[in-house]
């Protein structure tokens, strides 16, 4: 059995925790500065994962957009661009989107309803690979490590940043706090309810924080425990 890949999260959030207000146009969290420290992080990874809300919202490109990242990718023998994924459980995704259009290898993971929705019209432009009746992001993860990615980046959203901590499989989470408040209950929080492991009283580890501009940005590591003499 091949290794998982390290899993890590990336999210910009509001200070009131919501990934997005509830405008039909993405509001934009981070700051420029942000935005190029998470290219960098990028283009560190094998894969980058989204949910397709994400998609069908957003309709991101997930690329490296710099020229100089992409050139250190290719002299280290990577692809120029991390392979994109996108998790759906019904397989209802436009072709349309720019996705399928840009960068390098595309991945569909999805159930036996989903593949037979979205085989025929992502044919040529993504491979689309079924999970069986639901999505086990665990088995997603044994995939992909047999596919060679080492290092996964999960950008979001909500349902699959949830998906990720509820089943304990994220090794990172970088979180972006931006100094904004969204204050509408019909905006996308950043997690869902969810039985995590260990409930409200394990504490994850605070690896790091640091300040880019306005935007404070925390380092933690859900699978360890908080260090020593800090309250369990
Ligand atoms: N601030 C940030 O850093 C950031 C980052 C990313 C996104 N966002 C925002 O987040 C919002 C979208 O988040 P969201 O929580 O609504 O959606 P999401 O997590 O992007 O996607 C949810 C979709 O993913 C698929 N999915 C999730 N769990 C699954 C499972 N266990 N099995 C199979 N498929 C599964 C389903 O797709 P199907 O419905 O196709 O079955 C589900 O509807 C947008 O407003 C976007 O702008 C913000």
Same mark, same amino acid.
Request: proline share 7%; aromatic share 6%; glycine share 10%.
């Given at each position: 059995?091949?290794?998982?890949?390290?899993?890590?999260?990336?999210?910009?959030?509001?200070?009131?925790?919501?990934?997005?207000? /509830?405008?039909?146009?993405?509001?934009?969290?981070?700051?420029?500065?942000?935005?190029?420290?998470?290219?960098?992080?990028?283009?560190?990874?094998?894969?980058?994962?989204?949910?397709?809300?994400?998609?069908?919202?957003?309709?991101?490109?997930?690329?490296?957009?710099?020229?100089?990242?992409?050139?250190?990718?290719?002299?280290?023998?990577?692809?120029?661009?991390?392979?994109?994924?996108?998790?759906?459980?019904?397989?209802?995704?436009?072709?349309?989107?720019?996705?399928?259009?840009?960068?390098?290898?595309?991945?569909?993971?999805?159930?036996?309803?989903?593949? /037979?929705?979205?085989?025929?019209?992502?044919?040529?432009?993504?491979?689309?690979?079924?999970?069986?009746?639901?999505?086990?992001?665990?088995?997603?993860?044994?995939?992909?490590?047999? !596919?060679?990615?080492?290092?996964?980046?999960?950008?979001?959203?909500?349902?699959?940043?949830?998906?990720?901590?509820?089943?304990?499989?994220?090794?990172?989470?970088?979180?972006?706090?931006?100094?904004?408040?969204?204050?509408?209950?019909? /905006?996308?929080?950043?997690?869902?309810?969810?039985?995590?492991?260990?409930?409200?009283?394990?504490?994850?580890?605070?690896?790091?924080?640091?300040?880019?501009?306005?935007?404070?940005?925390? !380092?933690?590591?859900?699978?360890? !425990?908080?260090?020593?003499?800090?309250?369990?």
């Amino acid at each position: 059995m091949s290794a998982r890949p390290y899993v890590l999260l990336s999210v910009a959030v509001s200070i009131d925790g919501y990934l997005d207000d /509830a405008s039909p146009d993405r509001l934009l969290l981070s700051n420029p500065e942000d935005f190029d420290r998470v290219d960098a992080v990028r283009a560190d990874c094998d894969a980058i994962l989204v949910g397709a809300e994400t998609l069908r919202r957003d309709n991101p490109r997930l690329l490296v957009g710099s020229d100089t990242r992409r050139a250190h990718r290719i002299a280290a023998g990577k692809p120029e661009f991390p392979v994109k994924i996108v998790v759906t459980a019904t397989g209802e995704l436009d072709p349309e989107l720019r996705f399928f259009h840009t960068g390098g290898d595309k991945l569909v993971y999805t159930t036996d309803r989903g593949a /037979a929705r979205s085989a025929g019209p992502l044919a040529g432009l993504a491979e689309v690979v079924s999970l069986g009746a639901s999505v086990d992001f665990g088995a997603l993860l044994e995939d992909l490590g047999r !596919r060679g990615v080492g290092r996964l980046m999960v950008e979001g959203g909500g349902h699959i940043h949830t998906a990720f901590l509820a089943t304990d499989l994220a090794d990172e989470l970088l979180m972006a706090v931006a100094p904004v408040l969204v204050g509408d209950s019909a /905006a996308p929080r950043f997690l869902r309810p969810a039985d995590f492991p260990g409930g409200p009283r394990r504490r994850m580890e605070l690896a790091d924080v640091a300040r880019v501009g306005d935007v404070a940005l925390l !380092r933690y590591l859900p699978k360890q !425990r908080a260090a020593p003499g800090t309250p369990q």
